[in-house]
């Protein structure tokens, strides 16, 4: 039985950007709430991930950008220690002090440990000191333990201690020969970063025929054709077979499945991410231990009576983006407060409606890669009716006067029935700042013939939505 000072009306497992959401929104909506962390608060976005990457990126993306303008030309090569002393100074030299402040000048209690479900409304919490601390919450619990990399079994890898996404954004002495298992997110903007910074020779083993399956086939097209262009091999078609390393801390040998070998000083894991559920109580509850914890548009799980647990961010599994976990966790925590006051919880204003639709994301390499809602083959396997337009981005104006050469693609994919957009997708240096237009456009649903009087700046990058509309017939 919990003592009555460790009963309030929220608890949250896990104070990563999702879980400090949360605990923001029901504490806004008057109510009491803890907060529980074993590890730093902030989580993987602000320590290892969204963060550091993108600290270590940036000088690489504006050394691309120099040298696409001509009278500029760089100097010497990019300074890597200091851009890995501003990249401590981003992550707070891991030190949360910072983010543990946030939360009890929300104001919340923040509890230190490995938080598990105990039952119903029950939260066990296992101490630095081995102790076990006993929590109640009076009207709900929110999971919010986000996901690991991912390290599949391959014989020799673990043993290899190999680098994760973890590693290679804390990085304290870039490696001249560089090791990436796969073509998505972390393996790209990571094998760019360190390459960049002196990881000259890098190697990338690809399991599909192209980088970004996900995404579009252009954009994978693109990011091969500027990774080349730099130096990093790739190798389609090849998975790890076996790895040794012989000596801890010595070269590593990746033995591909086609008899090739590469060998580098150190191998990077980018392989996607497994879901933080496998040792939080979710049996005592009744859930499966494994896969994602099933939500409704709330963000309340499916499988518990009466309603009072919640999941957020990564372990429901809608999509592994730190802004989608937000925006769950503002929904999440709004209902909450609003079946704690009375008060109806099935408003419009309190349903997840931008997972349906397609969460932004951003690949931070250069080329940038920006996305949002479907790609014309998710749109078409959904059985919509489907109109693709592209546009070449050299060919706008703002784009030619921003970069010489500039190289870049636009897509819009569009539902005929409606007249809306399904998805777009940008590929080209500095996109990033045309993401959330097509952000608005896709979301909210605009009818192209409404978005066709929103008259783009010339001479701007931004003209590219005029020339798609053209595309389509506007």
């Known amino acids: 039985m919990a003592d009555q000072d460790d009963v309030f009306d929220v608890i949250v497992i896990g104070a990563g950007p999702a879980g400090e959401m949360a605990a923001a929104r029901v504490v806004r909506g008057g109510l009491t709430a803890a907060v529980v962390e074993e590890r730093l608060a902030g989580g993987e976005c602000a320590y290892y991930a969204c963060i550091p990457s993108k600290a270590l990126l940036r000088p690489v993306d504006l050394a691309g950008e120099v040298s696409r303008m001509p009278g500029l030309e760089l100097r010497g090569p990019i300074d890597a220690a200091a851009v890995l002393a501003r990249r401590d100074e981003t992550v707070s030299h891991l030190d949360d002090g910072g983010q543990v402040s946030w939360i009890a000048n929300l104001p919340a209690t923040f509890v230190r440990g490995r938080g598990r479900l105990a039952g119903p409304l029950q939260v066990e919490v296992t101490m630095p000191d081995g102790g076990v601390r006993a929590l109640r919450a009076r009207h709900a619990v929110v999971i919010a333990t986000g996901s690991d990399p991912f390290i599949p079994d391959v014989p020799g890898l673990r043993e290899a201690r ?178 704690a006051g009375g008060l109806p919880d099935d408003l419009p204003a309190l349903r997840d409606i931008a997972d349906e639709r397609g969460a932004p994301q951003v690949i931070f390499t250069d080329p940038q890669i920006c996305v949002v809602g479907r790609t014309e083959s998710a749109a078409r396997a959904e059985g919509f009716a489907v109109r693709a337009v592209e546009y070449d981005m050299g060919a706008v104006t703002g784009a030619y006067l921003q970069a010489d050469p500039y190289i870049g693609r636009a897509k819009a994919v569009v539902d005929e029935d409606r007249r809306v957009l399904l998805g777009v997708t940008f590929a080209g240096p500095g996109v990033v700042d045309l993401l959330h237009g097509a952000t608005i456009a896709v979301t909210s649903e605009i009818p192209l013939d409404r978005l066709w009087h929103a008259v783009p700046a010339f001479p701007t990058v931004s003209e590219i939505w005029l020339r798609l509309l053209e595309e389509y017939g506007l």
């Open 162 to 339: 190999p680098w994760t996404n973890r590693e290679a954004t804390s990085v304290q002495q870039v490696p001249k020969r560089l090791a990436v298992l796969g073509g998505g997110a972390v393996a790209c903007e990571m094998s760019q970063a360190l390459q960049g910074l002196g990881a000259h020779e890098t190697t990338m083993l690809v399991r599909g025929d192209r980088l970004l399956t996900r995404m579009e086939p252009f954009t994978g097209d693109l990011l091969e054709k500027s990774f080349r262009e730099s130096g990093i091999e790739i190798r389609f078609g090849r998975s790890p077979a076996r790895v040794e390393r012989p000596i801890p801390g010595g070269p590593v040998t990746v033995h591909a499945d086609d008899g090739s070998q590469v060998e580098a000083d150190e191998l990077l894991v980018g392989l996607g991410r497994r879901l933080s559920v496998g040792d939080i109580g979710l049996e005592t509850v009744g859930l499966r231990t494994h896969g994602p914890i099933e939500v409704d548009a709330s963000m309340r799980a499916t499988g518990v009576p009466d309603g009072w647990l919640y999941a957020v961010g990564d372990v429901n599994g809608r999509n592994l983006l730190t802004h989608m976990g937000k925006y769950q966790a503002r929904i999440c925590g709004d209902v909450i407060s609003a079946r």
